[in-house]
Every structure is written in C-alpha cells, then in structure tokens.
C-alpha cells in the first residue's frame, strides 16, 4: 500500500451547525426561613416559572436548604459547577445572577492573552508570509 | 424523485408496543399479548408485565424454574408504595409514561431542538441499548441500524462528492471521523446525555441506558445469563471477524482496500458476527458503542417522525458542520515515487526538483524552498532545512494539491430529491489512486 491513512476524529464548532446552550441544569436552593433567602423566594415565586419556560433545554431543580444562605448552582455539559451564593439579594438581581450561570461556558475562567478572544480552525486565506516569496528587496546602493 | 412515506413501515415505532416481546413469543397465540398504551400508568404498566411474564414463563418452561431467579415474587402485604417501586425495578429499562414526567428528557428534546412532533417517548426509547433492555420493541437497535445506514449514506455522498479524488484508505478514515464511534461519543458529551450506572426500570429515562463491561450485576440481572453469565454471545459461538467475507477463517490473508469497500463495514473495519452472518448478541457494551448507537438512533427517530429533509438538516447540522482537515489524514510512503507514478498515468511530462530559494547553505540552519515541476507547470512547493527534505515536502504537496481537488459548487445526489429540485448534473468520478 503506498498510502496510508491517519485516523482522526472531527471536532465539534459549537454554533456553525447547530447551537447547544452549554448550561444543562441549574440548582435553586432557598431557605423557608431566613432573612437572607427573601429575594431567592419571591424570585423562586414570580420568575422562575417564566424563566424555566424560556429556557427549556435548562433542567431546574428547586431544593429547601434549612439554615443556610440561598445558592444557585449550575450544571455544565463539560461536566463543570459553578455556584453563586445570592444571599441579601433582591429578586430581580437573583435573575440577573440565574443569566450569568446561564450563559457560562462552564470552562475555567482564563486570561485571554494576546487580545485574540476568537479562535479559528480554518486556515487563513493569505496563508503565512515567507521570507523567501515575494519581491526581493532592492539591492543596498553605494 | 418524489419523497417516499415511510409511516406505513415504522409501526413499530410509532404504535405502542407489547411487553415482552421475546423473539418467541412472537409465535404464540395472540391471547397471550397484551397491548398497552402509551398513556399507561408506570403501575398499570409495570402489572401487566408482570402478568405477561409470568404467563410466559408458564406457557415455554412451566411455573417457576424458569427464567432469573430474582424476578420478584411481590408480597400482598407490602405497601402500595414499596409494591410500585419493586414493579419498576423488575422491569429492564424504564415505562413509556415516565418519559413525560423527566425533566433531563424534556430538556434534552429541547436542547437537540426538537418540534414536538417527534415525540419524547421515542426519545427515550433511543436512550435503551439492548444490553439493558433485550427487548426489540422497547430498545435501540432497530432504529440504530437505520440512523446507521443514513449517517453513512450522507457522509459518503458528501466525502465522495468534495473530494472525488481521495484515496480509498483516506475516504475509510474520513468516514470514521465523521460518524465513527468516538466521534459519535463525543457527540453524546456535547449533547449533555449521561450514562447509567446501572440500568432498571426505575432510573431517570433521561440517561443512556447501557449495561458496561465492568458492571458488577452481570450475573443478577443480564436477560442472558441464564445459563452462563459471561457468555457475550448467543450459541455460544464466539464473534468472527469480517463475517462477510468468503475466507472469514483465514486470520493472516491479506486485506486489500478494494476488498474493504466490498465486504467490511463503512469504515473498513471487519464486521463482527456470528458465522451466520448474523450480529453478535453480547451481554454487556462498551461506551463507545452504546453512545454510537444512540446518536445512530436518534438519526432514525428524525427520520422516522419528521422525515428526508429535517433528517439531512439534522445530519448537517451535528455531523457535517464538524471541524475536519482532511489534508493531515495522509501519510505517504515514498512520495516522490508515487509522484512520478501519477505523472506518468496522466501524461505529464515527469516530475523535477528545483531549488526556487535557499539561505544558509553553511550554517547549522539552512533552509531551502524546493519546487517540483512538470515540464514548466509548478505542481508543488515545500521547505526544509535539507534539499532532500524539501524536495519531499515539494512532492506531497503535489500528491496532496491532486488528491484534495475539490469542486467549487458541490452537489450531493440527495439533494436532487424533492418537487422542485435542479435536475442532477453528473460529477467528477475519478479513476483512483495511482498503483504502484
């Protein structure tokens, strides 16, 4: 056989086909008692129905957590959690909170160095300049 | 062309379904079957499997000597409760009607984005491999070998159709980088599905449903581990590989890449089965290829219930829209040969090297760009730091420009089906990789 064959495996570009929303679940844990839960419990009544409905590829699991402040944790497809303590919080900043966790990636949060925040797998089309294409330089004078 | 119905044939999809269908029951009378609903409580349900089974049971081998000797025998006195709960253990893979009520199920069908005309219940039976539910009405496989034939009919058609000049071996490896089961498993990461730890009737529908090599409850539960829990294959007879070709017997015979497109799968692999030809039927999977299977399963519910068009939009939208550089699948041997070989089969005139530039020639970094050229056509181009190394860089990337020509407007032959379709202009079919 003259040639052979690198076995590989196509790697997925999230939102060239299709987009899947990277937070797959979220935990709201509130306590029926305490002061610092108030907001996480008018929020659990007035917004989270609307909220789960416009998110429908989010599960929600809702859990009392007696005695402790009021948390929202999410679930990640990368197999990640990140939690958000809302205590004190009014319910309308505990959504803004339930989005942050919503639009995360789930990765670690990382400096993004060189300011290239896109990547790309495709080539450029210029290709990469070489030293040795192109005009030569005009020869030194004198 | 016109777009066939298929509704007629997917009945067993779309219908409910009996439990159990053991594959010899199916030749008992009809009185012994009973019919549920897809609206049957998890309780009614779980009861009229039990009764099925244990009238089966009665009808094939006598009472009790039969068949697991852990099938629950459910005490009268016990509370309801407890009652339900033994009656969702006893059965293989979770009821029909608790796909309803899985908020991980319902969030998956929203997450594939899914119309609500795909139901969720054949959402959940993608998520049943057969080892976890033996049962071919209630798990995965016969909608795993139809999403199967789809996914390498789209993928072939569009490999062949980019790059109608890519060598066999390469189109081989292309395909299963598309659609082969590691890449089918990462698939089922990024769609967010989990595995179970263990399968049974009352686990969350919304996980994969498999049983895994390493399970610790082989011998408890597996529906074939009745007379020898670590037979992985039915008859006793061990898989074969390559149970297609005509010397399968012959282990050191030589495999030819023609040979491969005839009688191995559609990566040209060797298909495992029995001597009969037929699939082997094992006790346990392993993760890539219960994730496989549902990623193949779910292209077979698409099609089933929503049709060619959404299943080709599907396809291209989880499949191909994938990151692939086909130009780093190769790996040559001898290149400059092959070039020559490939001149000399086009009437080219044959192949010389040229240097094009250089710097360095007498320091310890000398790099020099090498040009291979046929008559006066530049056919490639590479740097090396020595003239040998350039010459063959030059060479694959002549042998890699003619390989991965690709068409400007590319067409698949699927895309002609439909009303108002352009008619079908034919494309490049290419004589092959040069022989040497």
Redesign the interface.
């Given at each position: 056989m003259t040639l052979k064959a690198l076995q590989a495996a196509s790697t997925s570009r999230n939102g060239v086909g299709a987009f899947i929303l990277q937070c797959k679940r979220l935990d709201f844990h509130y306590c029926d008692w305490a002061g610092s839960s108030q907001g996480m419990n008018l929020f659990l009544q007035h917004n989270l129905a609307r909220f789960a409905a416009s998110h429908p590829s989010i599960e929600i699991h809702v859990s009392p957590r007696p005695h402790r402040h009021p948390v929202i944790r999410g679930h990640f497809i990368n197999g990640t959690q990140h939690s958000i303590c809302v205590r004190n919080l009014e319910k309308g900043q505990v959504l803004q909170k339930a989005e942050i966790l919503r639009d995360m990636s789930g990765e670690k949060a990382r400096k993004v160095k060189g300011g290239r925040a896109v990547g790309s797998l495709n080539e450029g089309t210029r290709g990469v300049w070489s030293p040795f294409h192109g005009a030569k330089p005009p020869s030194f004078q004198g | 062309m016109k777009a066939l119905r298929l509704l007629r044939w997917s009945g067993s999809v779309l219908s409910p379904r009996t439990r159990p269908c053991l594959v010899h029951l199916l030749q008992q009378p009809l009185s012994n079957r009973r019919f549920l609903s897809a609206a049957a409580s998890p309780l009614q349900q779980a009861i009229q499997y039990q009764d099925q089974e244990h009238d089966a049971e009665e009808d094939l081998w006598g009472s009790s000597q039969a068949h697991k000797g852990d099938d629950p025998v459910i005490p009268e006195d016990m509370p309801q409760s407890l009652q339900q709960e033994a009656r969702l253990r006893a059965l293989p893979s979770p009821p029909l009607s608790a796909a309803k009520s899985s908020?991980?199920l319902?969030?998956l069908?929203?997450?594939?984005?899914f119309s609500p005309r795909l139901p969720i219940e054949t959402l959940a039976r993608c998520l049943v491999d057969a080892t976890a539910d033996s049962n071919p009405d209630f798990n995965n496989t016969s909608l795993a070998i139809l999403g199967r034939d789809l996914y390498s009919f789209y993928t072939s058609e569009a490999i062949l159709c980019r790059y109608p000049r890519l060598?066999t071996?390469?189109v081989?490896?292309?395909m299963?980088?598309?659609i082969?089961p590691?890449?089918l498993t990462?698939?089922t990461?990024?769609?967010?599905v989990e595995l179970v730890a263990e399968p049974g009737g009352e686990v969350d529908p919304g996980y994969l449903q498999c049983r895994r090599e390493d399970s610790m409850l082989i011998r408890k539960h597996s529906p074939d581990s009745d007379t020898d829990p670590t037979s992985a294959v039915e008859e006793g007879q061990p898989p074969i590989a390559g149970a297609n070709r005509p010397n399968a017997e012959q282990k050191s015979w030589r495999r030819g890449?023609s040979s491969m497109t005839v009688y191995d799968d559609e990566f040209g692999d060797l298909v495992k089965g029995s001597a009969r030809g037929g699939r082997s039927k094992a006790a346990t999977t392993t993760v890539e290829d219960a994730c496989a299977r549902f990623v193949q399963a779910v292209m077979g519910a698409v099609y089933l219930h929503r049709g060619k068009n959404a299943a080709k939009l599907f396809f291209?939208?989880?499949?191909?829209?994938?990151?692939?550089?086909v130009g780093?699948?190769?790996?040559?041997?001898?290149p400059t040969?092959?070039l020559s070989r490939l001149c000399a089969r086009e009437g080219f005139e044959s192949p010389v090297a040229r240097i094009?530039?250089e710097?360095g020639r007498a320091t310890r970094h000398p790099?020099f760009?090498v040009g291979v050229f046929a008559g006066r056509e530049k056919l490639g181009e590479g740097?090396g730091s020595s003239l040998n190394e350039a010459r063959i860089r030059a060479a694959v990337g002549a042998l890699k420009g003619w390989y991965l020509y690709s068409p400007l407007e590319v067409r698949v032959p699927s895309d002609v089906e439909g009303a108002n379709a352009r008619p079908w202009k034919p494309v490049l079919v290419d004589i092959g990789?040069?022989?040497?």
């Open positions: - | 908020a991980k319902a969030a069908h929203a997450r594939l984005s060598p071996a390469v081989f490896a292309a299963a980088a598309y082969g590691k890449t990462q698939i990461k990024e769609w967010g890449v291209k939208e989880h499949i191909l829209s994938r990151h692939l550089n780093k699948m190769f790996e040559f041997k001898q040969r092959d094009l530039s710097t790099v760009v740097a990789e040069i022989i040497v």
